[in-house]
């Protein structure tokens, strides 16, 4: 069975400009997450999608931050303008919902490691 | 709100040593609980969880751990460390009442081993 898939893995950007991240689940998971994970820190949810629904964005920083799962199965995380406080992993996972039960169980990509400089 | 505390930042430990990271939890309801793990250059991956039943869950290359539901707690054990358990450590808690509610992660726990 395939993956979280994320991509770049690796991004260096100076402050003010942008940056997208791409995140592609296991197929059939109809939950997608977007954790911050800053160094030393574990990791921050910041959205979250049940099909192509926000569920939850309270800690998105939405002046800056914005994501989208249009067709219910990517997504993308974008970045405009970056700051430095913004240099962190971002981790994609995706989870399998039946109904109202929840399996609980989170499956994350490696993630995509941002510098801002 | 839900949130997690780890009480151990950085473990050092030498192989054969016995292991216990301690978690905590605070959440008023009914919770599913996690550990995860992320070897050094690895994704996270599922080391155990606790849905409900026997307390004592045991998971994967030897760890177990023990829900006590009136200390919030869900501490980590492995009875002798390998080299390789090197990596950090995550509790995490989310709630099986509604359909996919995301993980809320503690700082973690880095655990260092020594051969």
């Known amino acids: 069975e395939a993956g979280v898939a994320q991509s770049p893995r690796y991004k260096i950007i100076e402050k003010r400009q942008s940056v997208a991240f791409w995140c592609n689940p296991i197929?059939?998971?109809?939950?997608l997450y977007w954790y911050q994970q800053i160094l030393g820190q574990g990791p921050k949810l910041l959205i979250q999608?049940?099909?192509?629904?926000?569920?939850?964005d309270s800690q998105l920083p939405k002046d800056r931050f914005s994501a989208e799962r249009l067709k219910g199965v990517d997504s993308t995380l974008k970045i405009q303008p970056a700051k430095l406080e913004d240099s962190a992993v971002y981790l994609c996972a995706s989870s399998f919902s039946r109904g109202t039960s929840n399996t609980g169980e989170l499956f994350f990509g490696e993630g995509s490691r941002l510098t801002v400089l | 709100a839900q949130s997690v505390s780890q009480h151990n930042h950085h473990v050092i430990l030498s192989e054969a040593a016995s292991l216990e990271l301690g978690c905590n939890y605070s959440y008023g309801g009914t919770v599913n609980l996690f550990w995860y793990v992320q070897y050094p250059g690895q994704h996270l991956q599922l080391l155990l969880k606790?849905?409900?039943?026997?307390?004592l869950v045991k998971g994967i290359k030897g760890f177990e751990a023990e829900f006590i539901k009136s200390k919030f707690s869900f501490n980590l054990r492995k009875p002798s460390v390998q080299w390789s358990d090197t990596a950090e450590y995550f509790c995490?808690?989310?709630?099986?009442?509604?359909?996919?509610?995301?993980?809320?992660f503690g700082k973690g726990t880095t655990l260092s081993v020594s051969s």
């Open positions: 197929s059939g998971h109809a939950t």
């Open positions: 606790y849905f409900s039943g026997d307390p």
């Open positions: 999608f049940q099909n192509n629904g926000v569920v939850d």
């Open positions: 995490a808690v989310n709630s099986p009442r509604q359909a996919g509610t995301a993980l809320i």
